[in-house]
């Protein structure tokens, strides 16, 4: 079956540390993935998508980058959180019509 | 201007009540859409796809109207468990990606 995990669940982060959120699928070849971050009160924001190994598209200028170092992982990085990077953030990945969303990692920044 | 715009409400509406819910985009170059629903801290799930000639599952009927770049969903006969955000999504083939609308809540109360 077709499955998507993400973790951690939750992430509580002092400013200026490192971050690494990692999404994995299964049951498919060749996805793509993307990641979407909400922040409270706002809707969700499209911040990478990638078609392939080593391809990755960026929506927005910002604090983050992600990579694609296998067909099947996902990963969001940090360098130095800044408190604006709190939120909810998610991976997708595209089946069918659809989209299907991890579970999703909450941070905290402080 | 938001790309797709939806009331965020909240909907406060009676077991047993009809409720509506309107979006408008405004990229003319989405190609697909869908509602969403959202719970409380939860990941988005897909509820269904939205197509031209209007499409219903169960309690749910959605309808689109590209001319006016308009879409709704109208729930009827509501029940307590359908209390959640329900976010209004377009797909830009180009791009590849989903844009969500910032969500309607609706709770349903006895």
């Known amino acids: 079956s077709q499955t998507i995990h993400q973790w951690p669940a939750t992430l509580v982060q002092p400013v200026g540390s490192p971050l690494s959120l990692e999404c994995t699928v299964e049951g498919t070849s060749n996805p793509n993935l993307y990641w979407y971050r909400q922040a409270a009160g706002r809707g969700l924001q499209l911040l990478f998508y990638?078609?392939?190994?080593?391809?990755i598209s960026s929506e927005v200028p910002q604090n983050l980058s992600a990579s694609r170092p296998q067909d099947r992982q996902f990963i969001l990085s940090s360098k130095k959180l800044l408190l604006s990077d709190s939120g909810f953030y998610l991976c997708?990945?595209?089946?069918?019509?659809?989209?299907?969303f991890g579970s999703g990692t909450r941070l905290t920044v402080v | 201007r938001k790309e797709v715009e939806q009331d965020p409400g909240p909907f406060n509406v009676p077991e047993g009540a009809t409720v509506a819910f309107n979006c408008t985009y405004s990229?003319?170059?989405?190609?697909?859409f869908f509602w969403y629903r959202q719970d409380c801290r939860k990941e988005p799930k897909l509820l269904m796809s939205?197509?031209?000639s209007g499409n219903e599952d169960g309690r749910f009927t959605a309808q689109l109207n590209r001319a006016s770049q308009y879409i709704s969903l109208l729930i009827r006969d509501s029940k307590l468990s359908d209390s959640a955000t329900y976010l209004c999504v377009t797909y830009t083939g180009t791009a590849s990606k989903l844009t969500f609308g910032t969500g309607t809540r609706l709770q349903v109360t006895l």
């Open positions: 997708a990945w595209r089946i069918g019509g659809g989209y299907t």
């Open positions: 990638s078609v392939g190994i080593g391809q």
């Open positions: 939205v197509y031209s």
């Open positions: 990229n003319s170059a989405s190609q697909s």
